[in-house]
């Protein structure tokens, strides 16, 4: 037995490949293009684990993704790999349109040729299960209930436009070719192995080397925040009992404002860390132009997953970002690794000097 998965040495691919070996023996295969939000380093320690095959290339490549399944001939395949940063999307949205829905297009063919070969039991257990985001559904009011499945989607950036065509793809391998496919649509995720361009991981380290700590606009937009194990936990569930063409809301019920988090960070550093002159982490927040077409407030109604699967976070926001912080303070290889070279290249591309 064995299951496929894509973008498994990003941030969430990566957690979900180490949690998915410490409980299972099946094989993973995992095929990564490695772009600069991919990194080995995530996978440190799997090198000679049999049970983990890494094979550096790209979704799109159609000759490689048949070759992959039709070797290992997986029962599952779980699509994680895309662009999924919004300010990357706003300075250069042809990578996204390339990757989350012409490559992502490819990959569900490839999957769909392969699957209409499979024998009828095998054709009946396979899933296809693509990882998703609320930021499909666009943006909330402040009154404004939560998220549910039913929402129209309205994206807003050239990321969640792109990861808006890709579901719709997806759904529609399922009405029109009866494709077995599951889609999750998570919340902002923070935790080990996320990749510094992203508000949390960036106010950490820019704390840590008394940088500023950049807060787009006023603050007060709010984010939904799930720790990245929690939503491991829960594809596992959707892959095991989800319903076929169905998609199903991740979230951690743990809204908060951008102002907010940081703030909880500096606080947690100023006891973990202190700085040497004895002074708040906060000081350093500083207040940096807006992004274009910011969306104010996301919030993920889970109670689908809860009530149908079972599934509920084991995280609050409190211990999971505690838990956070130290595994940055105490991973401070993996931090020089990822933060030389074309890092530097993005942050001066972004916030200037
Ligand atoms: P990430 O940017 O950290 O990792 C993406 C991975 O995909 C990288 O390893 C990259 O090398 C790989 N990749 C990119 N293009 C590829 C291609 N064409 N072929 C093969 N591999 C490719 O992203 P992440 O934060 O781990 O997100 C994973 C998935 O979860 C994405 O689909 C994203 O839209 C979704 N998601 C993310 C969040 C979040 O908060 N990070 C929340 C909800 C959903
Ligand atoms: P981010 O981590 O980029 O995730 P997303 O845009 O997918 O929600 O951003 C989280 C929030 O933090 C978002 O409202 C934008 C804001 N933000 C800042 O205020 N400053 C920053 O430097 C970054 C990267 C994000």
Same mark, same amino acid.
């Given at each position: 037995?064995?299951? $496929?998965?894509?973008? #498994? ?21 995992? $095929? ?41 001939? =997986? ?6 790999a895309a662009e999924s940063h919004v300010d990357r ?16 297009? &490819?990959? $569900?063919? @490839? ?10 039991? @095998? ?14 559904? #666009? ?9 549910? @499945? ?70 007060? /937009? ?24 169905e998609t199903y809301n991740v979230g951690g019920w ?19 860390? =202190? ?17 274009? +077409? ?10 689908? $997953? ?12 409190? &211990? ?9 303070? @105490? ?9 030389? +070279?074309?890092? /530097? ?9």
């Amino acid at each position: 037995m064995a299951i $496929l998965v894509t973008g #498994g040495a990003g941030f969430i691919g990566s957690n979900f490949v180490l949690d998915w070996l410490a409980q299972s023996d099946e094989l993973i295969v995992n $095929l990564d293009k490695l772009t600069y939000a991919g990194n080995l380093d995530n996978l440190a320690g799997l090198e000679a684990d049999a049970r983990h095959i890494f094979v550096k290339g790209d979704i799109g490549d159609r000759k490689l993704v048949a070759k992959l399944l039709s070797e290992h001939n =997986p029962r599952a395949v779980i699509n994680f790999a895309a662009e999924s940063h919004v300010d990357r999307s706003i300075h250069g949205p042809a990578e996204f349109i390339q990757t989350n829905v012409v490559s992502t297009f &490819t990959l $569900l063919e @490839e999957v769909r040729t392969y699957w209409a070969n499979l024998a009828e039991s @095998e054709k009946t257990a396979f899933r296809f299960l693509h990882v998703s985001t609320d930021e499909v559904y #666009g943006s909330l009011e402040k009154d404004e209930p939560a998220f549910r @499945e039913e929402n129209q989607y309205r994206p807003n950036s050239p990321y969640s436009a792109s990861k808006a065509a890709s579901d719709h793809l997806v759904r529609c391998y399922h009405h029109t070719y009866g494709l077995p496919v599951l889609t999750t649509n998570c919340s902002n995720n923070y935790g080990p192995f996320h990749f510094p361009e992203k508000l949390i991981p960036l106010c950490i380290l820019n704390a840590l080397s008394l940088k500023p700590l950049p807060i787009y606009g006023d603050g007060q /937009q709010i984010r939904d925040w799930l720790y990245v194990r929690d939503h491991c936990s829960a594809i596992r569930r959707v892959l095991d009992a989800g319903k076929l063409g169905e998609t199903y809301n991740v979230g951690g019920w743990n809204e908060k404002a951008n102002l907010d988090v940081v703030r909880t960070l500096c606080a947690i550093l100023d006891e973990l860390y =202190p700085r040497a002159d004895g002074q708040s982490y906060a000081t350093q927040i500083a207040f940096v132009k807006d992004r274009p +077409g910011h969306d104010r407030r996301y919030a993920i109604d889970a109670g689908k $997953l809860e009530r149908e699967l079972g599934w509920k976070p084991v995280e609050t926001f409190e &211990t999971g970002i505690r838990k956070t912080v130290q595994w940055y303070l @105490e991973h401070q290889d993996w931090v020089q690794n990822v933060t030389s +070279g074309a890092y /530097q290249h993005w942050v001066g591309k972004q916030y200037g000097s």
